[in-house]
T-cell receptor
Framework: AQRVTQPEKLLSVFKGAPVELKCNYS??????LFWYVQYSRQRLQLLLR??SRESIKGFTADLNKGETSFHLKKPFAQEEDSAMYYC??????????FGTGTRLTVIP | GEEVAQTPKHLVRGEGQKAKLYCAPI?????VFWYQQVLKNEFKFLIS????????ETGMPKERFSAKCLPNSPCSLEIQATKLEDSAVYFC?????????????FGPGTRLTVT
């Protein structure tokens, strides 16, 4: 069975500080992981996919199979980064298995 | 359309009443997914469709939940005889076909309150 763990429900950082949102997973197959973000009053949207290895809005996430982690990082947080962040695993049946989410607040 | 649309935004039902939620996927997308989010916790997968065919229904409660995606109609999720624990936000997502179409696009959700 799959599992996605986001240990922090809430995370507050000051503007300009580095931010790391943690995600650990458990999956028997080859994992495909995503970060989704939900800004206030907006719909859930894709932020990052591990396979693409992109940097979106300054965020990066590296899949570490040894540690079964997919932490989301940004070196300098901005106020507009305040949002709800969900780590998600794509199952073999092509649906998403989500973590419980981390609410990030960037303090001005 | 260019976005996944869901109606209604809010739905209030008394326990035991029926609830029906609708989802219009992005035009051209062949996959539709339904997720349930209870109390702002994780999204629980319910069911997916490939066009009008059920693709995966492993998350669907068998007894009271049903869903359809018929040609030229919005997809629907129906709950017969709602219970208090069905109170949640129900999200629909759609995705295109093929290996490059990995992104699921989400609708705004329908908030169901069972009283």
């Amino acid at each position: 069975a799959q599992r996605v763990t986001q240990p922090e429900k809430l995370l507050s950082v000051f503007k300009g500080a580095p931010v790391e949102l943690k995600c650990n997973y458990s999956y028997s197959g080859s994992p495909e992981l995503f970060w989704y973000v939900q800004y206030s009053r907006q719909r859930l949207q894709l932020l990052l996919r591990h396979i693409s290895r992109e940097s979106i809005k300054g965020f990066t996430a590296d899949l570490n199979k040894g540690e079964t982690s997919f932490h989301l990082k940004k070196p300098f947080a901005q106020e507009e980064d305040s949002a709800m962040y969900y780590c998600a695993l794509l199952t073999g049946a092509n649906n998403l298995f989500f973590g419980t989410g981390t609410r990030l607040t960037v303090i001005p | 359309g260019e976005e996944v649309a869901q109606t209604p935004k809010h739905l209030v039902r008394g326990e035991g009443q029926k609830a029906k939620l609708y989802c219009a996927p992005i035009k051209g997308h062949s996959y539709v997914f339904w997720y349930q989010q209870v109390l702002k916790n994780e999204f629980k997968f319910l069911i997916s469709f490939q066009n009008e065919n059920v693709f995966d229904e492993t998350g669907m409660p068998k007894e009271r939940f049903s869903a359809k995606c018929l040609p030229n109609s919005p997809c629907s999720l129906e709950i017969q005889a709602t219970k208090l624990e069905d109170s949640a936000v129900y999200f629909c997502a759609s995705r295109g076909e093929g290996p490059l179409s990995y992104e699921q696009y989400f609708g705004p959700g329908t908030r169901l309150t069972v009283t």
